[in-house]
């Protein structure tokens, strides 16, 4: 029964996960529309994933110490609603500045789910199981951008991308009741045994291999977001794709071969770790050597066909490195430490996320979006390595699941 609970609990929190990523990404596929509804810039297009990605960033340290503090439920529940009605306000905005506002408010709400999310998943499921429901739960994020990519493109084009924003926002806050009523009431308590957000902080610092972490961490956001904010917009313009070919160009290929790899590297460090300590993050290293070199082949690509094979490589690595953070976060720090160390990782990555964005449009008219992709994927290789650098012993912290 505890087992099937456990399993019931990623389920549900699937379509969260879904729904994270798609309100965050479904702005992206819309961005033509916005830029000629609302008369926008390019600079101010990549400010408007700035926005969100800067506020989501500041806000991850202390939103994840909430869920180690005060429970992981309530703040899951907390995330959920309120980004849902962001997202339907956002529907109503007339200009760039109430766009810029309502994004960065959606950061602050966003901010709160993955580390609670994650860290919950992580109590219920043992070393055995630990990756494989992680991964399953981290493929909803993949499915969400893909629907927020192609459908939510499909959706602008024939409906307005304001109506776009209103049903998704209803049918979170539809969602969140029946959460409400649905998700088990009883967790594993770790606030009472939670230090101050201050221990907390230093105490992830200081573990052995976080910098490590934090490092590849931050340089798979800044990839991920280069081609989250501007790709869609690159292959409209590139190669003269309509607006929701685009869409689905740019999510379906990375999110598709991402699912494969997530689920694909969750079972291989689950089933590698009974035998190598170090299992979970040489499989994550795996990923990135994998990824690297195939986001520099994409800002070279002279046809599409080309490109989508780069993107697939890429978005399979990728999936590979995602299926093991927490698992490998969990080896590091202690369990009263996880949203707070998840917290940390996401402040990074979301702010190192945004400078990338917003220098996308800086960047476009120069060196252009291939020589961003070029570089991106430079620094993912030296990740990579980095990686490679990272402790597996089980941290000294390291409570009971």
Known sequence: MKQRSAWWLVGLLWVVALLNYLDRQVLFSLLPLLREDLHLSD????????????VYSFASPLAGYFGDRFGYRKVI??????WSAVTFVTGLAQSFGQLFLVRGL?????????????????SRHSEATRSTAISIHQSGI???IVLGGAGGAWMGEHY????????????????????????????????ERSHDFRSNLRDVIRAPGFAAV???????????????????????????????????AATFYIQGAGIIGILLGGRLADVWTQKNARARVLTQSLGL???APFLILSGMATTPLILYVALVIFGLGRGIYDSNIMPVLCRLVGDTQ?????????FAGTFVGGAAAFAGGLVKSTIGLAGALEIAGAILLIAAFVLLRVPQTPSPLDGIS
């Open 43 to 54: 600079p101010q297009l990549g400010l408007l994933s700035a926005a969100f990605l800067w």
């Open 77 to 82: 529940m907390f995330s959920l609603m309120i």
């Open 106 to 122: 959606m950061g602050l709400s966003e901010a709160c789910y993955l580390p609670a999310a994650l860290a919950l998943i992580a």
């Open 142 to 144: 993949y499915i969400g």
């Open 160 to 191: 307005g991308w304001r109506s776009v924003f209103y049903l998704l926002g209803v049918f979170g806050i539809i969602y969140g009741v029946f959460l409400m009523k649905t998700l088990e009431k009883k967790e594993i308590r770790v606030a």
């Open 214 to 248: 934090l490092f590849a961490f931050s340089a798979i956001s800044l990839c991920t977001w280069l081609v989250y904010t501007w790709l869609p917009l690159f292959l409209y313009e590139r190669f003269s794709l309509s607006l929701t070919g685009a869409g689905f």
């Open 289 to 291: 050597f994998a990824a």
């Open 338 to 346: 996880r949203g707070t160390g998840y917290g940390i990782l996401n």
